[in-house]
């Protein structure tokens, strides 16, 4: 009964009309963020699911890469057909040197308006967040900010942006049907970069952009670039140590760092420890932390709750370290060793700093566990 009524709701529930005006926006663009030349690898996440989502649709890929010299500018251009862009519009502008918000939000808005994109992605990062909002603002068209997933209603033409909502306990899809272009920002490390292939050619725009140095409000004095980067450098790091409530006082993290730093990884941790002020909110992993996929995911004292499990379940392999057997971690862990914390880790690190010279001949990830990975 409740199924057939479902049905007849769906049956009589109205197909978005969209308006034909739009149909003249065609094409998935990623925006290309690069500081001092050094392209944010979420790029090239965003480059590869634009791929997917433009194959779905029929269109092509391109690439925005603004910068201050051709150098830099056809070095990334070259970079971002490798990773899938079929067409790169290029702007080369001294005043496009460092990010300043109203010289990058110019150019992209006058590139959409002149060449009018359906889907526009950037990276859910500071600087691209900035540029996102400002565009869609002046655009006036919607923006989906911090997405996990992106994908395509192919009837509609819709980008389906998918985001976590009401403090990361639902996720939402949320669609923008009667603007153009459809923006979102998507949060590093949740897409997986796509291999490049540097045999590939794509054509290229240099688009002329007259911007007056005189008219910018801001300034850039100087480039300090931040020794920090934690979000950055959890995003993409091949090993991380999680430490979660089990690990019972702030001061065991030390123990979990040296582990971590003889594996050349990196710290995280769950909602809990951050929340006790154990760990930088920037270390938090989860639904309402980070999203991280690298190889070898060390997870001690976590129990393992879904919240916690969203955030690393891209991960290549996960090594759960607790003391309860039924632990729920255990359900889906790769490799569960129980035992106290205590006990496992200083030994493992006995191990590693005996083992670690000897592993010669492989790669850095491999010589660091120990292990084969595949
Ligand atoms: C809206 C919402 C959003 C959330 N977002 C996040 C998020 O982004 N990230 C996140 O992590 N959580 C998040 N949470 C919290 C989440 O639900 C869990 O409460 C949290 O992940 C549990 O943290 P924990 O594993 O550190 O602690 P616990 O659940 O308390 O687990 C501690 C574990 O340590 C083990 N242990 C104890 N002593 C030892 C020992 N000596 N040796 C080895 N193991 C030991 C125990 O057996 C236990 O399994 C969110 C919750 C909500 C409601």
Same mark, same amino acid.
């Given at each position: 009964m409740a199924e057939n009524e479902d049905k007849a709701k769906n049956a009589k529930r109205k197909k978005p009309v969209i308006d034909p005006k739009l149909a003249d926006y065609r094409g998935v663009w990623v925006f290309v963020e690069q500081e001092e030349g050094v392209v944010h690898p979420v790029s090239w996440e965003l480059l590869g699911r634009a791929r997917i989502l433009a194959t779905s649709l029929g269109v092509e890929v391109a690439a925005v890469v603004f910068g201050a010299n051709d150098e830099t500018v056809d070095k990334i251009t070259g970079q971002a057909i490798s990773y899938g862009a079929e067409k790169v519009?290029?702007?080369?502008?001294?005043?496009?040197?460092?990010?300043?918000?109203?010289?990058?939000?110019?150019?992209?808005?006058?590139?959409?308006?002149?060449?009018?994109? #359906?889907?526009?992605?950037?990276?859910?990062? +500071?600087?691209?967040? %900035?540029?996102?909002?400002?565009?869609?603002?002046?655009?006036?068209?919607?923006?989906?900010?911090?997405?996990?997933?992106?994908?395509? %209603?192919?009837?509609?033409?819709?980008?389906?942006?998918?985001?976590?909502?009401?403090?990361?306990?639902?996720?939402?899809?949320?669609?923008?049907?009667?603007?153009r272009p459809q923006m979102a920002t998507a949060r590093p490390g949740v897409l997986p970069i796509p291999l490049p292939e540097p045999d590939r050619k794509g054509v290229i725009i240099r688009e002329p952009m007259r911007i007056d140095e005189e008219k910018l409000i801001t300034k850039v004095l100087g480039f300090i670039p931040d020794p920090c980067k934690v979000a950055e450098r959890l995003s993409t790091a091949e090993i991380v140590v999680g430490g979660g409530r089990g690990i019972k006082q702030p001061g065991h993290f030390s123990l979990l760092r040296e582990l971590a730093d003889l594996l050349g990884g990196e710290v995280g941790g769950t909602r809990p420890v951050v929340q006790a002020g154990w760990l930088d909110t920037e270390r938090q992993i989860g639904q309402t932390g980070k999203t991280i996929?690298?190889?070898?995911?060390?997870?001690?004292?976590? +129990?393992?709750?879904?919240?916690?499990?969203?955030?690393? #379940?891209?991960?290549?392999?996960?090594?759960?370290?607790?003391?309860?057997?039924?632990?729920?971690?255990?359900?889906?862990?790769?490799?569960?060793?129980?035992?106290?914390?205590?006990?496992?880790?200083?030994?493992?690190?006995?191990?590693?700093?005996?083992?670690?010279?000897?592993?010669?001949?492989?790669?850095?990830? #491999?010589?660091?566990?120990?292990? #084969?990975?595949?």
């Open positions: 519009y290029q702007v080369v502008d001294p005043a496009l040197c460092d990010y300043r918000s109203d010289p990058y939000t110019d150019c992209l808005v006058n590139l959409v308006k002149k060449y009018k994109p #359906e889907i526009l992605l950037l990276g859910a990062t +500071s600087l691209s967040r %900035d540029l996102a909002s400002s565009v869609a603002t002046i655009l006036e068209t919607g923006l989906t900010a911090d997405c996990t997933e992106l994908t395509i %209603d192919v009837e509609n033409r819709s980008l389906e942006a998918t985001r976590p909502t009401f403090g990361g306990s639902l996720l939402c899809t949320i669609l923008t049907l009667n603007y996929r690298p190889k070898v995911y060390i997870a001690v004292g976590i +129990s393992g709750a879904i919240q916690h499990r969203v955030g690393i #379940e891209k991960a290549g392999m996960i090594v759960a370290i607790n003391n309860d057997p039924n632990a729920p971690i255990f359900d889906y862990a790769d490799l569960g060793i129980v035992g106290d914390f205590l006990e496992i880790i200083p030994a493992l690190i006995r191990v590693l700093k005996k083992k670690r010279a000897a592993k010669n001949g492989l790669s850095n990830t #491999e010589r660091n566990i120990g292990i #084969e990975i595949k």
